[in-house]
């Protein structure tokens, strides 16, 4: 089964609008984190957000904050005030407690901000 | 201060040949990755460094790849007899290592750009 399953290949927002990008987990590590990339063009993973299964509250980070639903395994990143500067691919990833060595990629959200 | 530095940032060879990707993490950062990612995927996992050690080098897919960290920083991924499959992006990150390493969060450099003819 997939570690992390991001449904929505591409994405369109209007600028200054806010957007939700989809992303769903399966663990059965009790300890885990998500955590949200955005990679432009020239290619760099970018970190944005972190979430980890423990907290209680939502993350945020400027205009990135985390939907965490636990009890339903998903972690949608909002963006919100989109700006042109978002249009990127966004990865969602996932490190276990337990087998903590490598991070578990979905396939990416491409998201495009229209002017 | 300065990220993670991977050179060359483009590798064109030929199938057959042997290549050597270069990572320079961020200081003081005892964790080191690589991964690999092709176009329209996510990075996948390749092997995992803590300190000078080889600590999982569960997704190294063949014989062919090797990675060295010989003082605990910089770290070389080599490939032998190149394969036009073994085109990709090669990511490197790295990351300081906390207890937990659920909260471990990576850092990426900008990425080596393979291509096999």
């Known amino acids: 089964a997939q570690k992390i399953t991001q449904t929505q290949p591409g994405m369109f927002v209007q600028e200054k609008e806010a957007v939700t990008l989809d992303c769903t987990y399966d663990t059965s590590d009790p300890s885990y984190g998500l955590f949200w990339y955005k990679q432009p063009s020239s290619g760099e993973m970018i970190f944005l957000i972190y979430q980890g299964s423990y907290d209680q509250q939502n993350a945020t980070e400027g205009r990135y904050s985390l939907n965490f639903q636990k009890a339903r395994k998903s972690a949608n990143l909002v963006i919100s005030a989109s700006q042109l500067g978002d249009s990127a691919m966004y990865f969602c990833a996932m490190r276990e407690a337990n087998t903590g060595n490598q991070f578990y990629f979905g396939t990416g959200t491409s998201l495009t901000v229209i002017p | 201060g300065a990220g993670v530095s991977q050179t060359p940032s483009n590798k064109v060879t030929e199938k057959g040949k042997y290549v050597e990707l270069r990572c320079d993490p961020i200081?003081?950062?005892?964790?080191l990755y690589w991964y690999r990612q092709s176009l329209g995927q996510g990075p996948e996992f390749l092997i995992y460094?803590?300190?000078?050690?080889?600590?999982?080098d569960s997704g190294l897919p063949n014989d062919r790849f090797f990675a060295v960290r010989p003082e605990g920083s910089v770290s070389t991924l080599k490939i032998q007899r190149t394969e036009r499959g073994d085109s990709a992006v090669y990511l490197c990150?790295?990351?300081?290592?906390?207890?937990?390493?659920?909260?471990?969060?990576?850092?990426f450099g900008p990425g080596t750009r393979l291509t096999v003819l």
């Open positions: 460094f803590q300190g000078t050690g080889a600590a999982d």
């Open positions: 990150a790295s990351s300081l290592r906390h207890r937990d390493p659920s909260t471990d969060t990576q850092y």
């Open positions: 200081s003081g950062h005892t964790a």
